[in-house]
């Protein structure tokens, strides 16, 4: 299992910014997707980013044009740059990694989860 670590959470005003960081405990080049996804108070956990090992990305609609998600390889660590924040956007954001680690098989790593809060 791959070890992930959020952190970068917190209260911010609509129309704010947060970045999101997940430190991973190994390359991640050695990891095959990472996810941002995201869960609001009774709803469903939510695909919110994808970034591939390939540094293809992918948003959910909700998010487009709004947050970005990127990557330090010498840091291990992705990150999940959001601005032009909602309150909508409330939520527990988790990171999850995706890695290969044996013809057929695939490990599904989670964080602990970081609290968002958009709100005035």
């Known amino acids: 299992q791959v070890q992930l670590v959020e952190s970068g959470g917190g209260l911010v005003q609509p129309g704010g910014s947060l970045r999101l960081s997940c430190a991973a405990s190994e390359s991640i080049f050695s990891i095959d997707v990472m996810n941002w ?38 840091k291990n660590t992705v990150y999940l740059q959001m601005t032009s924040l909602k309150p909508e956007d409330t939520a527990v954001y988790y990171c999850n990694a995706l890695k290969t680690v044996a013809a057929g098989r695939v490990t599904d790593s989670w964080g602990q989860g970081t609290q968002v809060t958009v709100s005035s």
């Open 37 to 74: 996804y995201r869960q609001a108070p009774e709803k469903q956990r939510e695909l919110v980013a994808t970034i591939t090992s390939g540094g293809g990305t992918n948003y959910a609609d909700s998010v487009k044009g709004r947050f970005t998600i990127s990557r330090d390889s010498a």
